[in-house]
């Protein structure tokens, strides 16, 4: 498993080895050293200081094809816990996930943004989820935030977010003086990509994308192991790449965003300027339309997955990365994108990256929410300057 340069030292080898022993179960320090690439020394003074704060524990030795017996290592996934907050157009997702990731407690509520207290009802819904931790005594190692938006990774500060119309706010500095526990702010889609760079399928894979496709458009990157987030936490706006020179204006400002053509929320747009579904409808709506044969709005999938395609590979063709993992919702409908979308992404591949994997995801609706928790878990590679 190769990691960035840096990024891997410190409170971050901490990091790397809970969530190997999370994803592989008991290791021995040599097959932990192995795995993460590092010398023995430091494996042996990162698991020891593990040792001393409960989070893993030895087993029994086991013998080796040596002769020399090893003491594997297991991570106790209840000895901490994290809450992960996704915070939405129109809704709060809140989790209670252990050590190992694993999710033990959750909810949904309606939010408004842009409501006069809406970071109000943040916070106390935050503070209902940490009571019913401390009154199941799990302990809180703190609190992941994700939203929608280009998050400050120094200070966890919400630039700017186009869909909550939260623009310099200081949120990990608030929610942190209100819950008085460790806060960690991170993009939604960033979020997703730690937690899939740490625990997910892609674990072992040095260079990789998320692209998140629903209401919005976004895009993660793993390059050389480590997360990217570029200047200020701008990485990955993929939705925000210009596709149509005079388009519909986007929230953003600009004119002819992708997000404004292929997004779920363009395509019910589209698909309601044409009175191809009424007012009240929604995307999915859209999909039974295409499901029952209806060339129109099979013609709007197709689009958007052209489009989707064409932009995606020129991204690809940039970084040249191995894989790329598709979620959001638009994944529950993919059967009507996927056509164009693979055609497009093929005909404009370089020849030599047309190998390059596309893993599709079936959207779990607290995908982000969890992934929120893995940034307060794993704090010093999520968030590593967020103190």
Same mark, same amino acid.
């Given at each position: 498993?190769?990691?960035?340069?840096?990024?891997?030292?410190?409170?971050?080898?901490?990091?790397?080895?809970?969530?190997?022993?999370?994803?592989?179960?008991?290791?021995?320090?040599?097959?932990?050293?192995?795995?993460?690439?590092?010398?023995p020394?430091?494996?042996?003074?990162?698991?020891?200081?593990?040792?001393?704060?409960?989070?893993?524990?030895?087993?029994?030795?086991?013998?080796?094809?040596?002769?020399?017996?090893?003491?594997?290592?297991?991570?106790?996934?209840?000895?901490?816990?994290?809450?992960?907050?996704?915070?939405?157009?129109?809704?709060?997702?809140?989790?209670?996930?252990?050590?190992?990731?694993?999710?033990?407690?959750?909810?949904?509520?309606?939010?408004?943004?842009?409501?006069?207290?809406a970071?109000?009802?943040?916070?106390?819904?935050?503070?209902?989820?940490?009571?019913?931790?401390?009154?199941?005594?799990?302990?809180?190692?703190?609190?992941?935030?994700?939203v929608?938006?280009?998050?400050?990774?120094?200070?966890?500060?919400?630039?700017?977010?186009?869909?909550?119309?939260?623009?310099?706010?200081?949120?990990?500095?608030?929610?942190?003086?209100?819950l008085?526990?460790?806060?960690?702010?991170?993009?939604d889609?960033?979020?997703?990509?730690?937690?899939?760079?740490?625990?997910?399928?892609?674990?072992?894979?040095?260079?990789?994308?998320?692209?998140?496709?629903?209401?919005?458009?976004?895009?993660?990157?793993?390059?050389?192991?480590?997360?990217?987030?570029?200047?200020?936490?701008?990485?990955?706006?993929?939705?925000?790449?210009?596709?149509?020179?005079?388009?519909?204006?986007?929230?953003?400002?600009?004119?002819?965003?992708?997000?404004?053509?292929?997004?779920?929320?363009?395509?019910?747009? /589209?698909?309601?300027?044409?009175? =191809? !579904?009424?007012?009240? +409808?929604?995307?999915?709506? $859209?999909? &039974?339309l295409? #499901? %029952?044969?209806?060339?129109?709005?099979?013609?709007?999938?197709?689009e958007?997955?052209?489009?989707?395609?064409?932009?995606?590979?020129?991204?690809?063709?940039?970084?040249?990365?191995?894989?790329?993992?598709?979620?959001?919702?638009?994944?529950?409908?993919?059967?009507?994108?996927?056509?164009?979308?693979?055609s497009?992404?093929?005909?404009?591949?370089?020849?030599?990256?047309?190998?390059?994997?596309?893993?599709? /995801?079936?959207?779990?609706?607290? =995908? !982000?929410?969890?992934? +929120?928790?893995?940034?307060? $878990?794993? &704090?010093?590679? #999520? %968030?590593?300057?967020?103190?």
């Amino acid at each position: 498993m190769r990691w960035g340069a840096g990024s891997i030292s410190g409170d971050g080898t901490r990091t790397a080895v809970l969530a190997l022993l999370a994803r592989r179960g008991p290791l021995s320090r040599a097959e932990i050293a192995e795995s993460l690439e590092l010398s023995p020394a430091t494996v042996t003074s990162s698991t020891r200081r593990l040792l001393a704060e409960g989070l893993i524990a030895e087993q029994e030795p086991r013998v080796t094809q040596s002769g020399r017996p090893s003491i594997p290592l297991r991570l106790i996934p209840w000895s901490a816990h994290a809450i992960g907050v996704q915070v939405a157009l129109e809704h709060i997702s809140l989790v209670l996930a252990r050590l190992d990731g694993a999710v033990v407690d959750g909810s949904t509520w309606p939010f408004n943004p842009a409501a006069p207290k809406a970071l109000d009802r943040l916070i106390g819904l935050i503070q209902a989820q940490m009571g019913q931790a401390a009154r199941q005594r799990r302990p809180l190692l703190g609190v992941g935030v994700a939203v929608p938006g280009a998050v400050d990774p120094d200070s966890g500060t919400l630039r700017m977010s186009v869909r909550l119309g939260w623009n310099g706010m200081p949120l990990a500095t608030k929610l942190r003086t209100a819950l008085r526990v460790p806060v960690f702010v991170d993009n939604d889609i960033s979020a997703v990509t730690v937690a899939e760079r740490l625990y997910g399928p892609s674990a072992d894979c040095a260079d990789f994308l998320v692209v998140a496709i629903g209401q919005g458009i976004g895009l993660g990157l793993v390059l050389d192991g480590a997360p990217y987030r570029g200047a200020a936490g701008a990485a990955g706006e993929f939705g925000h790449l210009p596709i149509l020179p005079d388009g519909t204006e986007c929230a953003c400002g600009n004119r002819g965003c992708l997000e404004t053509q292929a997004s779920t929320e363009a395509l019910t747009r /589209r698909a309601k300027e044409a009175n =191809l !579904i009424p007012p009240q +409808a929604g995307v999915s709506d $859209l999909g &039974a339309l295409a #499901a %029952a044969g209806n060339p129109h709005a099979r013609e709007l999938f197709a689009e958007a997955g052209e489009m989707l395609g064409r932009a995606l590979a020129g991204v690809v063709n940039i970084l040249g990365t191995s894989t790329v993992v598709v979620v959001g919702e638009i994944t529950q409908l993919w059967d009507h994108v996927q056509a164009s979308f693979d055609s497009a992404l093929a005909a404009h591949l370089l020849p030599y990256l047309r190998n390059t994997r596309i893993e599709v /995801r079936p959207w779990d609706d607290r =995908l !982000i929410a969890v992934a +929120a928790a893995g940034v307060a $878990l794993c &704090a010093p590679l #999520a %968030a590593p300057r967020q103190r």
